[in-house]
């Protein structure tokens, strides 16, 4: 397992970072704790969990899984506010209001004193950067997060962020974490190079694009039923393409012609990646993590990188993973200004 700078902290995580969204819906709290023994065991120290993930139950499922192991302060803990815990107006959003007592709920269900790592969960366009970034410097300030992070926000908003921190010495932005796989390599247009260039560091999620990179689903073969994508239609669907199914047979030979399959390879390219800190592995059960940790060990040569850009040239798309998740909220902000709220 290697490790790196947390972007330019003085931080050190390890090469994959385990989520844990999957906690509290298909995984009990039996499997977690397991499954969190596990991975620190073969050296991970980054674990990532949101409020919103089963509605705080994946939190509730990490503390207790720590306080078991007694291995809270091994791991860089990491969580998220912003996206929706309730029906009522103030339930979500980065005001000063919903933040406040977001980190306090997240405190309580992770049974510790402190968020190593604190991500704002998707952009909150009504809210001004100077409330949002003003309450995140309280809360650094009580010692209850430690370093600030920002997930799915476009360029221009993470330099807005930047420049508060500037003008104002709040807080600064540490990482992003973006959609990122081999369907969807846009955040190499221009968020790879701003965050390089920014010393922002690069925590990826999706790294099998929601299952279409697990080999699952094959060109003219029927989609199995009971799956993510049972039911999904070709000609509509953003993520679920014809092309994506494309792809998938460029790369499956790719990957045996290593001796390797299509989930090992599209885990193991992720880590190699310039500018990437870590990505997220979210295994739904203990099998699932042992394959991911195995990926640590597989490198490439030129050949196979290239041939891999060959399939999927770099900065391009055959799944709206990144676009979906970020300018989109800027675009309907502008045009359909009566909701402009780009949370969720």
Request: glycine fraction near 8%; charged fraction near 20%.
């Amino acid at each position: 397992m290697e490790y790196r700078q947390l972007g330019r902290t003085g931080t050190r995580v390890s090469q994959l970072c385990l989520g844990t969204m999957n906690f509290g819906d298909v995984t009990d709290q039996s499997a977690a704790t397991q499954i969190v023994d596990e991975a620190i065991d073969a050296g991970i120290n980054f674990i990532d969990t949101a409020d919103v993930y089963s509605r705080g139950v994946s939190e509730e499922m990490v503390g207790k899984a720590l306080q078991k192991n007694g291995k809270r302060d091994d791991i860089v803990l990491a969580t998220k506010a912003v996206a929706a815990m309730g029906d009522g107006q103030n339930d979500r959003g980065a005001s000063r209001f919903h933040l406040s007592r977001a980190v306090e709920d997240s405190l309580r269900r992770l049974q510790t004193d402190r968020i190593d790592l604190f991500y704002l969960h998707v952009v909150d366009i009504t809210t001004p950067m100077d409330e949002i970034f003003g309450q995140l410097d309280i809360l650094v300030k009580q010692g209850k997060i430690l370093y600030v992070g920002t997930s799915k926000w476009p360029v221009p908003l993470i330099m807005d962020g930047l420049a508060m921190h500037e003008k104002y010495d709040y807080p600064r932005i540490v990482a992003e974490q973006p959609p990122y796989h081999l369907c969807d390599r846009g955040i190499e247009m221009e968020l790879v190079w701003t965050c390089m260039r920014h010393g922002i560091g690069l925590v990826t999620w999706g790294p099998l694009a929601y299952g279409i990179l697990s080999g699952m689903y094959r060109k003219g073969q029927p989609i199995p039923e009971g799956h993510r994508w049972s039911g999904a239609d070709l000609e509509t669907n953003k993520r679920f393409t014809p092309e994506a199914l494309e792809l998938v047979e460029k790369l499956i030979p790719i990957a045996e012609a290593k001796g390797i399959d299509l989930p090992a390879l599209s885990h193991a390219w992720l880590q190699q990646r310039p500018g990437i800190t870590c990505p997220i592995v979210g295994p739904r059960t203990i099998t699932h993590l042992h394959a991911a940790l195995k990926t640590t060990e597989i490198s490439f040569t030129q050949e196979e990188l290239d041939a891999i850009d060959a399939a999927i040239a770099p900065g391009t798309w055959v799944s709206d993973f990144y676009f979906g998740n970020t300018y989109a909220h800027m675009v309907r902000s502008i045009n359909h200004p009566e909701n402009p709220t780009g949370y969720y």
